[in-house]
């Protein structure tokens, strides 16, 4: 039997919506008929949500309209549960794109697995992808990262543990950290092609790609504003594993024989173990080593 909602006659659920990320239009007409008929809304930013209903004529009339976010989830999750228990529609947007792209929305999912309502969602805009398809850098493999940590430390790991993924690499950036953050790619992953995306679908959006050394100079001598996505180009992959093995052999005959070194290398590359076994005799010779 399906349940009608109170308002609008939309199918029990928890719907989860994308929202523009810059261009009001940029809202599908499915986002815009959930955020007319669901029974109960909930946003990240009511504040943007309310206006962007506004934009598009669609009226609040006497459904709730509830915040949640990080700060509030623990306290919020047992209400809007309520509501699904009720067997009605709730819809979710958060502040701007796709809800759990680095935004909230993750911990909501459980929320319709335990009712039994279906989980919906309206695809829409995303600042990832929308950078994708403009940066040049290919698309056929890409690993979206998020925001890497804040010190440059901390970033730094962060980029050594991707720099041999064999793929075009997107991070969220904040402007002030751009710099800094082009700098330390630069370190970790070589002078690789690079794409900085500025507000996208606004109304000073920019894409420039150039390798990373000139991009952290361009935007050290003209400091970025706004919303960024910054897109990295992979790797020469052959050089990477290279270098990568060569560090590894080499860290690895600071506490281990040749020998022992070979297995470790070889067993943790998942590479052949003779090359390692080789190149573990040459380093060693080479560091006058017995
Ligand atoms: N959920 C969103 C999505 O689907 O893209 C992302 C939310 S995250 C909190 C915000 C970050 O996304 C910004 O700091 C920026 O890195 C990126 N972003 C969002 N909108 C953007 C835009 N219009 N232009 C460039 N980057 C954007």
């Known amino acids: 039997m399906t349940i009608e909602g109170k308002n609008g006659g939309l199918t029990p659920g928890l719907y989860l919506l994308a929202t523009p990320i810059g261009n009001a239009r940029d809202i599908t007409l499915r986002a815009l008929d959930i955020l007319r008929d669901a029974d109960v809304l909930a946003a990240e930013d009511t504040r943007s949500l309310r206006r962007l209903m506004e934009i598009h004529g669609i009226a609040l009339r006497d459904r709730p309209l509830l915040a ?31 809800p759990m792209i680095s935004d909230p929305g993750f911990d909501l ?110 935007y050290d001598a003209t400091p970025a504003k706004g919303e960024i996505v910054v897109l990295i180009g992979k790797g020469d992959s052959a050089k990477i594993r290279e270098i990568d093995l060569e560090t590894e052999v080499e860290q690895a005959l600071q506490t281990m024989s040749v020998r022992d070194a070979a297995d470790y290398v070889s067993a943790r590359l998942g590479v052949k173990r003779r090359p390692v076994y080789q190149l573990a005799m040459r380093l060693t010779a080479q560091n006058g080593g017995d």
């Open 68 to 98: 949640y976010h990080d700060h509030n989830g623990a306290k919020m999750r047992p209400r809007l549960q309520g509501f699904l228990e009720q067997g009605m529609s709730l819809a979710y947007a958060s502040e701007a794109g796709t």
């Open 109 to 218: 999912l459980p929320l319709a697995q335990e009712v039994g309502v279906p989980l919906i969602s309206a695809p829409g805009p995303s600042a990832v992808v929308t950078a994708l398809t403009l940066s040049g850098l290919p698309t056929d493999r890409f690993l979206f990262a998020g925001f890497l940590p804040n010190t440059s430390g901390a970033r730094k790991k962060a980029l050594q543990e991707v720099s041999t993924v064999p793929a075009t690499l997107v991070f969220y950036e904040s402007p002030k950290r751009l710099v800094a953050m082009l700098r330390d790619a630069q370190d970790m992953l070589g002078d690789r092609p690079a794409t900085v995306c500025r507000e996208l679908t606004k109304k000073f959006e920019e894409s420039r790609t150039a390798p990373l050394s000139e991009l952290a100079a361009h």
